[in-house]
């Protein structure tokens, strides 16, 4: 079968603007917990996609570690790519391929780091093995072999038994504050729903329909 036979129609639901919560932020979360239900596979899975300073993109997976009115919050090491990208140019975009549901949530806005006390908290609720492997990978750089990072690990586990693993200086947290919050619900004949939560300079939000 060719690519261009591959093709669905969407009929599962559609999206009013009467339906949407009065914040993209209690929006996101009603969806979110629809994504939970229907048994998504890592629902908290987002492409986040970044550029350098004179724009070359560069996207990944990556997990959506927290949520409120501030903004959506990812963890990374700062010396990887994408903290690389952030420190040129920090602003980026981040998308919810929530295919089963036929559903895509599309976030664009600023990041800033995360407070050293939030990333603090979240690296120890992570498991163990997790803390220690935050140490070991240079996140993005050429490594020899996968002996390298083995052995990178034995290393770490040794200097750290029996205590706490300390934060690395290099690894942290990223929040993006959204400046639009896109909804997009697929329907028939490829005339799929689109509302955009757009903040306006006083802080409030304004839903615009786009052409799909």
Request: without cysteine; proline residues 6%.
């Amino acid at each position: 079968m060719s690519l261009a036979e591959l093709r669905k129609d969407y009929s599962l639901a559609g999206l009013k603007e009467k339906d949407l919560a009065k914040d993209p932020f209690r929006q996101f979360d009603k969806w979110f917990q629809e994504a939970q239900a229907a048994k998504i596979p890592e629902p908290n899975a987002m492409t986040l996609a970044t550029a350098t300073r004179d724009g070359r993109p560069s996207a990944r997976t990556v997990l959506l570690k927290g949520v409120d009115g501030r903004g959506f919050v990812f963890y990374t090491n700062y010396e990887s790519r994408k903290g690389r990208e952030l420190e040129a140019n920090p602003r980026a975009a981040l998308v919810f391929p929530w295919v089963a549901i036929e559903r895509q949530v599309i976030i664009e806005g600023p990041l800033t780091k995360v407070t050293r006390e939030e990333s603090e908290a979240y690296f120890h609720s992570r498991p163990h093995a997790s803390q220690l492997g935050a140490w070991v990978s240079q996140q993005s750089s050429i490594v020899s072999g996968r002996a390298a990072l083995e052995d990178g690990l034995k290393a770490v586990e040794k200097k750290y038994a029996g205590q706490v693993v300390p934060l690395p200086p290099h690894w942290g947290g990223y929040r993006l504050n959204p400046e639009t919050v896109e909804f997009w619900q697929g329907r028939r004949s490829r005339l799929h729903d689109r509302l955009r939560y757009r903040r306006e300079a006083d802080g409030s939000w304004t839903v615009e329909r786009l052409a799909p």
